[in-house]
């Protein structure tokens, strides 16, 4: 490997550790506000702790990635799923008819793209690459 490629993948590295770091950092900020927020209202709600699952989602999917170096893609389908949930949950009254089942409809494309996913891995698992 030449000297610029491996310094560029360095480099890389080095932003995409920094890039997860910010990520991290905002998230327990954002976990901090929501519970600030909580306490303040003195109530919690399900739309609220969906919220948190959310950031705890996030937090799981930054430390998958840093232990494995690998971004498993159901990761963020799981939190597409919640977010959509989340959504429903909170703005049920201002929905008509078509935008719910649409919004309800996409939980479900999300959820079977989970499922093809996970199909795929089982019935045809990743081969270990060490060196080629």
């Known amino acids: 490997m030449s000297k610029i490629r491996v310094i560029s993948h360095k480099a890389l590295t080095w932003a995409q550790d920094i890039g997860l770091l910010i990520i991290a950092i905002a998230t327990f ?3 901090g506000f929501e ?15 969906l ?7 996030v937090l799981a999917m930054i430390a998958v ?24 949950i909170l703005d049920m009254k201002n929905l008509d008819t078509w935008r719910m089942l649409g919004v309800a409809g996409a939980a479900l494309v999300i959820a079977i793209a989970v499922l093809i996913i996970r199909y795929g891995h089982v019935r045809f698992p990743y081969q270990d690459s060490d060196g080629g």
């Open 35 to 49: 519970i600030t927020s909580m306490i303040n209202v003195k109530t919690v709600t399900l739309a609220d702790l």
């Open 51 to 57: 919220l948190l699952f959310i950031y705890l989602e």
């Open 65 to 88: 990635y840093l232990d494995s170096g690998k971004l498993p893609v159901r990761m963020p389908l799981y939190i597409a799923i919640v977010a959509l949930a989340r959504y429903l």
């Open 29 to 31: 900020i954002a976990v």
